[in-house]
């Protein structure tokens, strides 16, 4: 499996999500946070020059998929993110070793319940 990490502009959100979906993928994770962002130009890159830094916002967009659906969801984004101006936004591509479901707070009282009548019925049986 695979995290597809994309770091889109946030009016393309509900875009995005849609491609998405269309070709199946579903469950994605959103945070929202801000690139810094440094006008570069015939100086900007100069040590000695100020430069004006601004923070840009964006929306991180998280989806675990099948090594096998990776081009189609790198597709979908960028089909759906383009904006055709600079600064579009980045998709990164990681691997995913494990993945752990967090279970739900009734569903740890039941596990700890059923653990506990299996430890009383290994005492009985001793």
């Known amino acids: 499996m695979k995290i597809v990490t994309a770091i889109i502009k946030p009016f393309k959100l509900d875009e995005v999500r849609d491609a998405l979906t269309s070709i199946g993928v579903q469950g994605t ?31 991180k967009v998280e989806v675990a998929v099948a090594s096998g659906q990776v081009d189609k969801v790198i597709t979908a984004i960028t089909g759906a993110a383009k904006t055709g101006q600079i600064g579009d936004g980045k998709i990164f591509v990681i691997a ?4 752990v479901r967090n279970p739900h707070r009734r569903n ?16 009985s049986r001793s």
């Open 29 to 59: 994770d959103r945070n929202r946070g801000q690139r810094l962002r440094a006008p570069k130009g015939p100086h900007g890159n100069l040590p000695w020059c100020r430069v004006c830094v601004s923070f840009l916002p964006n929306i």
């Open 96 to 99: 995913l070793e494990h993945a």
């Open 108 to 123: 740890r009282r039941r596990s700890a319940l059923a653990t506990r009548t299996a430890n009383l019925t290994d005492r």
